[in-house]
């Protein structure tokens, strides 16, 4: 579920109480690398553990930013890829339950659920998370009202895959990825494509030390 302020979220097994919500950064200081440069981030790097920032009076700056996230998910196969998976800490994401580049890309700034119903549980996967599967419950209508990068705002009702898209995505935007919200039975299945990421991530930032970087 969507954390609200105030309410206790369990992340990495471990209950995190009373997560700030950053204040909202202005579309021109966000800090932007070369779209070129980004790739995506893996668990358990910390900005997937973040709650990011509104994106005030989104403008123009975030296309080239969404053009290359939209590459990015295609190449790995994905469906949605939210910012902080390429480590900006801000509120946007990409979806297109297609996977196919064509009419259905949409770009979500400042994203917030509306309406939510039904439930189903099915398996679910994340970037961050390769060779990481495990069932989770969704509501299976969900309606979102977000900007996009003109700072137009959009309201969008998705169903089934679509409605799993904007769950998983938002989850993202407030620090949870799917590592946090399965069973028992789901990370004992997982266990060791989880501790590979963790060796990984371990090794990358060693090297970086000793690289002086
Ligand atoms: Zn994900």
New binding site residues.
Partial sequence: MLQRKGESVKTHGVRRVDIPVPAGIQCESVDIPDPSSLRIVKYPNPVLAQVCARIERPDEKLRALTERMFAIMYAAGGV?L?AP?VGLPIRLFVANPTGEPGQQERVYVNPKIVAQSGSITNDEG????PGVVCKIKRHTHVTVRAEDVGGNQFQQTGEDLLARIFQ??LD?LNGI??ADKMSMVARLANRRAIRDLQQQYADGQSDRSQAGA
């Fill in positions: 949605g939210a998976q994340c970037l961050s998370l998983h995505e993202h990825l799917i």
